[in-house]
């Protein structure tokens, strides 16, 4: 099965390259069956249509009204559509726990759809290089929590994805003009849990960093061994999977696998073209390695608001997660709000504020877990974003801005002895976006 996937994906790419480089004396339009590669504006009329497009991760659902500008080529009856986004940045940060680093965060995802019977058959994968260009497991990111790496707690950084971020075949049947019944079996994928993840929704589409909430509300959108169940009707979706609950470990480079330990479901409505709203509960088994004894229940609500004008767009979300333990019922929960507003064509100003509880292992200050340690949520940190960038150059199909932002910190009293009372931090990067 994985070996299919990787044979797509290059033959995916292959074709996607030969429509790019395609000679006047070997148009597409001289081919049989081949339509000339072009961007597409993906804007779907209905949740039917726009579940059966699946321009994101996963089976998530932003707004009808979102842009999904993608390349797309069409022959003999399969649609072959590529879209990624790349990030170089640098990063300063202040404070007693600051660190610097240039570093890149990115993804790729090559797909192709055709009709089969009464539905829609995808098959998609999304690659990412920040296993090479991330380096010593994680970016600087004051405050940041999630994950391990080779025995330690990953703190004040955000890991890199893995290479395989999704590996899936989707399968969408009508049963009848306006009920939608699909199928998502994933080796590496995105369950039915939370929102759009923040590298693919519009409301964070130019910021490079993650959410200090990113374990609170959306860090399953790479997990193993996913199957999904969906049935939508009209503008209301039901969905339930389930999946491997451990998150992905140290090594970047390989597919992790597991049972099927882990439940998940979702329940989605979008009622007009510029909303959409979610709310998600799991039970995860096993999440961290370092408390392979703790399972954890969380729940996701979120809003997400999205208004297209003339040479521009207004991307929002409102999200909520909370993570309880069911080992001890300790519960940290995590408020986001974020923006993105584009402009008179090449301009994008955005804001992210959080509100998000922190767990007594940034007391560890990257050390090693010690023997009989618990890991408590006990207390509070807001971080507050504002960033800006602008479009240069006018190469077909490849958006280039450069831009940055920078987040200072309202910290508690608990930890301004390890981080000071006025962190903060700064990037500068340049933002390269297929389309």
């Known amino acids: 099965m994985r070996g299919i996937f990787l044979m797509l994906t290059i033959a995916t790419g292959a074709v996607l390259s030969a429509a790019q480089d395609t000679q006047p004396d070997m148009s597409d339009s001289d081919m049989p069956g081949m339509k000339h590669n072009h961007t597409m504006q993906m804007k779907p009329q209905s949740l039917l249509e726009l ?3 699946h321009s994101t991760a996963g089976t998530d659902a932003q707004p009808l009204s979102t842009s999904h500008a993608m390349l797309t080529t069409e022959k003999a009856g399969w649609t072959f559509m590529f879209h990624g986004d790349a990030f170089v940045a640098d990063i300063q940060q202040s404070g007693r726990r600051g660190r610097d680093k240039f570093f890149s965060t990115n993804w790729i995802m090559p797909m192709a759809q055709r009709k089969v019977g009464n539905g829609t058959l995808t098959f998609r994968t999304m690659l990412s290089l920040e296993p090479a260009t991330i380096s010593q497991e994680r970016y600087p990111e004051l405050f940041q929590q999630g994950e391990t790496a080779y025995g330690k707690p990953i703190t004040d ?7 395989f971020m999704e590996l899936a075949v989707l399968y969408d049947y009508r049963l009848t003009e306006k009920t939608l019944l699909s199928f998502y079996f994933a080796p590496m994928g995105d369950p039915a849990m939370g929102p759009v993840a923040y590298p693919h929704r519009a409301s964070a589409s130019e910021n490079p960093l993650a959410p200090l909430g990113h374990h609170l509300q959306d860090s399953t959108h790479i997990v193993s061994d996913v199957v999904t169940v969906g049935l939508a009707y009209r503008n209301v979706r039901v969905e339930a999977s389930g ?4 998150e992905p470990d140290e090594h970047r480079w390989n597919i992790d696998s597991g049972n099927l330990d882990t439940w998940s479901t979702r329940f989605t409505v979008v009622p007009r073209k510029n909303w959409s709203m979610q709310y998600s509960i799991a039970q995860l088994h096993s999440p961290e390695a ?5 399972d954890i229940r969380r729940m996701t609500a979120s809003v997400i608001y999205n208004r297209p004008f003339h040479n521009g767009n207004w991307a929002s979300l409102l999200l909520y997660g909370r993570n309880q333990s069911l080992s001890d019922g ?4 995590g408020y986001l709000a974020e923006s993105t507003l584009g402009f008179r064509g090449r301009n994008n100003a ?3 504020i959080e509100n998000v509880d922190r767990t007594d292992e940034l007391l560890l200050n990257r050390g090693a877990i010690p023997p009989g340690f618990t890991e408590r949520y006990f207390t509070r940190v807001q971080a507050y974003t504002a960033g800006y960038d602008r479009e240069i150059g006018n190469i077909p199909h490849l958006s280039t801005a450069i831009g940055g932002q920078v987040t200072w910190y309202g910290v508690p009293q608990a930890l301004r002895p390890e981080y000071g009372q006025h962190p903060a931090g700064a990037v500068l990067f340049l933002r390269l976006r297929v389309h």
């Open 330 to 333: 300790n519960v940290g929960s």
């Open 350 to 352: 955005w804001m992210r």
């Open 290 to 294: 370092g408390a392979p004894a703790e």
């Open 243 to 246: 999946f491997h609950g451990r």
């Open 51 to 53: 579940i059966e497009q």
């Open 157 to 163: 950084g955000q890991h890199p994805h893995d290479l």
